[in-house]
């Protein structure tokens, strides 16, 4: 009887296992990054959403689950928060993954051209969160416009031609050659809006490349269209800044911002000198938010 009273006591000292996971736990988890990959829609609309989001703050067990669901699926959670939603991007091997070479392919034959795509998408960012406090603070909503980031770039292509100039290097490369200097002086040679008999920007152009970059990010819920001044103006989405700062540490991006972006209140930057730095090269195919 003792021994018996012993093995109980024994039992009952051992920790109650944690409730299994059910499978209404991982529907739910799945609805979640379900919702994380609708990146128009806004948390505070959707009452689901809401109830998700904080069961995902107050439940580690289920946000473990959620994570694991986005990982599988080859993403990786930003951030989930109110502001935010689920906030998710998808890793290189993903099948959600978006393709600098893809993108391109979709509006120009020209192969040279995802060169051009890229920068677009780099000088945006760039122009969106010049500084690093801008990226740091999640109240900063940066602003930019269509003709202010192709001005912005053509700026960004003297500065390069002046330094390669002073440094004596080539400052006519081959056309297909990678890097992001390459890039800029080809985008020096394009013309900024070209010419059709009904006024419309070419696809082709600086400001149509620039137009197709701020039209996906805002299809993808990065930037919200504000007003039709300077070919279209843009601000700034809670995803959209998290999507840059997962992206900030890249050399392009480093490169970019190293000739001293400038913030101006109506959404077009300058440049300031900048320290001379160590040159960063850019792999093909590098621009936000893709993968090569």
């Known amino acids: 009887m003792s021994e018996h009273v012993e093995w109980s006591d024994a039992e009952a000292a051992v920790p109650s296992a944690s409730p299994a996971v059910t499978p209404a736990d991982a529907a739910d988890a799945a609805r979640l990054v379900a919702f994380g990959l609708q990146p128009k829609l806004q948390p505070a609309r959707d009452q689901e959403y809401t109830e998700l989001l904080r069961r995902y703050r107050e439940d580690p067990p289920f946000a473990r689950l959620a994570d694991a669901v986005a990982a599988g699926l080859g993403l990786i959670v930003l951030e989930v928060s109110p502001r935010a939603g689920m906030a998710v991007t998808a890793a290189e091997d993903s099948v959600f993954a978006v393709r600098m070479g893809d993108y391109a392919r979709r509006t120009s034959a020209d192969s040279g ?151 101006m209140t109506d959404g077009t930057p300058t440049l300031l000198p900048a320290e001379e730095t160590e040159a960063l090269d850019l792999v093909a195919d590098a621009g936000l938010p893709f993968h090569s």
């Open 113 to 263: 051209d995802r060169f051009l795509h890229g920068l677009a998408h780099l000088a945006v960012a760039a122009m969106a969160f010049p500084r690093p406090e801008d990226l740091a603070d999640d109240g900063y909503i940066g602003r930019v416009s269509v003709n202010g980031v192709d001005a912005f770039v053509r700026q960004a292509c003297r500065r390069l031609e002046e330094r390669a100039e002073l440094q004596g290097e080539n400052t006519d490369p081959a056309t297909e050659a990678p890097g992001l200097e390459a890039a800029w002086r080809i985008w020096a040679r394009r013309s900024s809006t070209g010419a059709t008999k009904d006024a419309r920007r070419l696809a082709g152009s600086t400001t149509g490349i620039v137009g197709k970059a701020v039209a996906f990010l805002t299809d993808s819920g990065f930037l919200q269209r504000t007003g039709d001044d300077n070919g279209g103006t843009y601000r700034t989405t809670a995803r959209y800044q998290l999507q840059v700062r997962d992206m900030a540490g890249s050399a392009a991006m480093a490169e970019l911002l190293e000739l001293g972006v400038v913030p």
